[in-house]
Every structure is written in structure tokens, then in C-alpha cells.
T-cell receptor, first 110, second 116 residues
């Protein structure tokens, strides 16, 4: 299983762009990278998923370099409601091998 | 997006009793469902993986006789905590893999279990 590391916490201000990087040095060929947002006492909410290069949706972008040993979640113009824990999940759901990072606690200040 | 529903959202039970938590995929079929446990301020820990119509696969250190998992249909998996003890108190979260959407899994809202 991939070993995942993320920063424990990050601070930002409203309106800023936030980039959270996840390291997954031994990612396997079939593994995808998925990011989730979790608020207290709630299940994780899907944000974005990618395999390589760049993926963008209405809420975030995901940058994955060619070697795929890391990935960066980019949240444009964060607001107070983006204060949450962000998890990087690496694995192949079809093979059951899924590993969560320890989560990054993002605190957005006014 | 895909919706996964858990029930109950929270439950309190007496020590020694059993409690069942349901996980349903509401708008998609899930061949695979995952059960996680999460302690306060910690990451999610995978407990077991259930595949529709077959026995669940448990992670190392998870007692299969204590945490009974049934995945009888493509939209329902259940986790039964048997002979619950206070140390089983935790936040239990299920997730489901959409059969038709590749590698994405979606999570339920979670269920708080308190054993007194």
C-alpha cells in the first residue's frame, strides 16, 4: 500500500489560493489519487480525482507531476466555509488497496 | 453526485448488546463497499471491504466475529457491532464504489456509536 504524507495543518485567509501537497512515493501503476473534504462529525466529501497531469472541476484543481509521487490540491479563493480537514486517498478501488493520508487541517481566517 | 446514506446517524447502546449500522447507495449500484472507523482528530482507518454476494475481507487486527459485515445487495451493506463495549465507541463511516464510474468511491454521513 502507498505510504501517504500530508502537512498536518495549514492556515490561510479568505480570498487566497491554497495549495495542499500530498506525498505518495510508492504509488502503484493502477492507483488513482482522490481528495476529500471532511467537516467534524460528517463523512468525507469527494472533491476531485486524477491519475496524471492536471484535472480541474468547479471547486478545485489537482496537479500531478509525471512521476506521480506527489499531488497538489489547489483551492482557489478560499472562504471561511472551506475550513475543514482535507484527505488525500491513493489506491485502486477495484483492487481494494486504498490508503488515506493523515489529513491536513485547513483553517481559513477572515 | 452519487449519494451514500447511513443509518442511524448516532446510536447509544448498552455494553454487551449488538447494534447494526446500514449503508445504502441511493442512486447507484455498489459492487464494493468499505467500512471505516475514525477516532476524534484522527484519519479514517479501513476496517473491512465487502463485495456484494461474498464474504467481507477484514483488515489486519479487525475481529471479523465482532464486526459482522453483510452485503446482500448492490445497494445495501450492514455493519453489526456484536457484544459492544465502551472501547467500540467511535465514528463509523461507510463508502461505496460506483460499479459504473471507475475508481471513485463516495462516503456516507457517518454513524456515531456510543457504548455505555
Amino acid at each position: 500500500l502507498a505510504k501517504i504524507t500530508q502537512p498536518i495543518s495549514m492556515d490561510s485567509y479568505e480570498g487566497q489560493e491554497v495549495n495542499i501537497t500530498c506525498s505518495h512515493n510508492n504509488i502503484a501503476t493502477n492507483d488513482y489519487i482522490t481528495w476529500y473534504q471532511q467537516f467534524p462529525s460528517q463523512g468525507p466529501r469527494f472533491i476531485i480525482q486524477g491519475y496524471k497531469t492536471k484535472v480541474t472541476n468547479e471547486v478545485a484543481s489537482l496537479f500531478i507531476p509525471a512521476d506521480r509521487k506527489s499531488s497538489t490540491l489547489s483551492l482557489p479563493r478560499v472562504s471561511l466555509s472551506d475550513t475543514a480537514v482535507y484527505y488525500c486517498l491513493v489506491g485502486d478501488a477495484g483492487r481494494r488497496a486504498l490508503t488515506f493520508g493523515s489529513g491536513t487541517r485547513l483553517q481559513v481566517q477572515p | 453526485g452519487a449519494v451514500v446514506s447511513q443509518h442511524p446517524s448516532w446510536v447509544i447502546c448498552k455494553s454487551g448488546t449488538s447494534v447494526k449500522i446500514e449503508c445504502r447507495s441511493l442512486d447507484f449500484q455498489a459492487t464494493t463497499m468499505f467500512w471505516y472507523r475514525q477516532f476524534p482528530k484522527q484519519s479514517l482507518m479501513l476496517m473491512a471491504t465487502s463485495n456484494e454476494g461474498s464474504k467481507a475481507t477484514y483488515e489486519q487486527g479487525v475481529e471479523k466475529d465482532k464486526f459482522l459485515i453483510n452485503h446482500a445487495s448492490l445497494t445495501l451493506s450492514t455493519l453489526t457491532v456484536t457484544s459492544a463495549h465502551p472501547e467500540d465507541s467511535s465514528f463509523y463511516i461507510c463508502s461505496a464504489k460506483d460499479r459504473d464510474s471507475g475508481n471513485t468511491i463516495y462516503f456516507g454521513e457517518g454513524s456515531w456509536l456510543t457504548v455505555v
